[in-house]
């Protein structure tokens, strides 16, 4: 196929030259000075993405090394959380909290929206015996386009006193959405380095708490990997207990830093403006927006409902044999029927509105029926946008 890929899946993002460059830097000596200004930098520096002064982890892992790291430092078999509903990947979640013997109550969900704070507070105070050890949420449900809101649960279990830990998964949310561990008070945010961070697959976090790190002295699932202790101690000194994804330290050094030029308030808008941009041709194509509730619906990509009958993969397929597009396909109990537009990362107008063409024009060639003008729609959003004003949306 001739020409750049569209990668449009919500994450793996495209990765910036830059940070290609900086990944294809030589390796150095784990154990030397200069790998301990390496370690250290990027220890200090991903702080501020998570909006915390408390120690952030970085383990060699994927997003699902990350998640389970925050229940084995945590947790102990017998021990009851409350998660909610949100889709494919809040079910992945409670299923290795469920394999680790851990009583998971599950809030019911559609899967077309957030996590309710509501529900959340009246499960919680129904607790008269403060049974439940966590409540666990997902920030941004990848699977759906449903974002929960994560400050507003904090409230609900400030209201009702709960002495739970809070934990929530970042994983498609960090430094695409606005994202406050410490004061949210969240106990463990978990991320991976894929989709905001703009890097490949490979790194996963935990931010931590004192409040964690106290449950983490008495809980009893047992750990060694993920265990937070030896880690936090040897990051002291810019060092990891052992080797660690040097080349992919330097790339996130560089995403750090491009996040920093831009601004996160800044990278924080352009992710609202994109997801704007596309909501807007999906509503002109007359096709429906997965995530129901207007306050929810993820900066990160948007989840798109196939009219009935009509086969997302099948429709997946033609966009990437014609136009060299992918897109993310329908997850779990959506397979099928939903296809989603990752416009995270390093996306911007143009590379939206190509990915916008591929998939107006992929609809064509499938036969779906729908109508014509979505790019368009999208951008007289756009024009309708001030760069850098997060407040349209
Ligand atoms: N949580 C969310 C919200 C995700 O989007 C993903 C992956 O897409 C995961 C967890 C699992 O992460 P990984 O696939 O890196 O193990």
Same mark, same amino acid.
């Given at each position: ?5 569209? @990668? ?35 220890? /200090?520096? =991903? ?14 892992? $994927? ?20 998660? %909610? ?88 949310? !960090? ?17 991976? =380095? ?8 490979? @790194? ?8 964690? !790190? ?10 060694? #990997? ?32 491009? @996040? ?17 941009? *596309?909501?807007?041709?999906?509503? %002109? ?5 997965? *995530? ?16 009935? $009958? ?28 939903? #296809? ?6 390093? *996306?911007? /107008?143009?590379?939206?509105?190509? %990915? ?38």
């Amino acid at each position: 196929m001739q020409g750049r890929h569209f @990668l449009h899946i919500p994450g793996p993002s495209p990765i910036p030259d830059r940070i290609l460059r900086a990944i294809a830097m030589p390796i150095i000596d784990h154990r030397s000075a200069e790998f301990a200004a390496l370690g250290k930098t990027v220890l /200090e520096g =991903s702080k501020a993405v998570f909006k915390t002064k408390q120690p952030v982890v970085i383990y060699p892992s $994927s997003g699902t090394g990350a998640w389970e790291a925050a229940i084995v430092n945590t947790l102990s078999p017998g021990d009851t959380v409350l998660m %909610a509903e949100t889709g494919h990947f809040a079910t992945l979640w409670k299923n290795i909290a469920t394999r680790f013997g851990i009583e998971v109550e599950f809030i019911p969900g559609d899967w077309r929206r957030g996590a309710d704070p509501a529900a959340i507070e009246a499960r919680l105070a129904e607790d008269k015996a403060r049974r439940i050890k966590a409540v666990m949420v997902v920030h941004n449900e990848t699977s759906t386009g449903a974002t929960s809101r994560v400050a507003e649960i904090r409230k609900a279990i400030d209201t009702v006193g709960h002495p739970a830990l809070f934990m929530v998964d970042t994983i498609s949310s !960090l430094a695409s959405v606005d994202y406050r561990h410490d004061e949210w008070q969240v106990d463990v945010t978990v991320s991976g =380095s894929q989709k905001g961070l703009m890097l490949p697959p490979g @790194l996963g976090f935990n931010a931590v708490s004192e409040k964690a !790190l106290a449950a983490s002295k008495s809980n009893t699932l047992p750990r060694s #990997f993920w265990d937070w202790e030896e880690m936090i101690r040897i990051n002291a000194g810019g060092f990891f207990p052992y080797t660690p994804a040097t080349n992919l330290l330097y790339g996130l050094k560089e995403a750090l830093a491009m @996040l920093q030029e831009e601004g996160l308030d800044q990278v924080f808008a352009r992710h609202n403006r994109l997801a704007s941009a *596309c909501r807007a041709a999906v509503r %002109a194509w007359g096709l429906e927006v997965l *995530c129901e509730n207007p306050a929810e619906q993820s900066p990160v990509l948007t989840g798109v409902l196939m009219p009935p $009958s009509h086969d997302a993969d099948r429709f997946r397929k033609i966009a990437l044999e014609k136009f060299n597009i992918s897109l993310g396909s329908g997850l779990g109990k959506v397979a099928g029927k939903v #296809f989603r537009i990752g416009h995270l990362g390093e *996306c911007n /107008e143009l590379a939206l509105l190509g %990915a916008l063409s591929g998939v107006e024009m992929g609809l064509a060639a499938a036969g779906v029926p729908h109508r014509s003008g979505g790019v368009a729609a999208a951008m007289a959003d756009l024009e309708g946008a001030e760069p850098g004003n997060a407040a349209k949306v």
